[in-house]
């Protein structure tokens, strides 16, 4: 194991470099994608009911909520492990 293994695991950090690499990205997909993307929310919004988007509002606040209560919990247990 030489001095730049990462607690003996095999892993050598230059190998960063090689894992950090990324294809170029083609501009007219991109802006095709962007281009959907700004037009597909209103679009399908458009074809809900008032109650529906709420149904689907209160389980996406849900889901945020659940999400930092459940980091909240994280650092709190870690907290009493120390």
Known sequence: MGPLD???SGFH????QSMHRKK??????VARGAKGGKKGGPVRAS????????DQA????????????KKR?????A????
């Open 24 to 29: 170029p990205k083609d501009p007219v997909a």
């Open 79 to 82: 907290r009493e492990a120390h």
């Open 58 to 69: 209160r389980q996406a606040a849900m889901a945020r909520w659940h999400k930092k209560k």
């Open 13 to 16: 950090p230059s190998t960063m």
């Open 47 to 54: 074809h809900l009911t008032p109650e529906e988007r709420s």
């Open 73 to 77: 919990n994280r650092i709190r247990t």
């Open 6 to 8: 990462v607690e003996g």
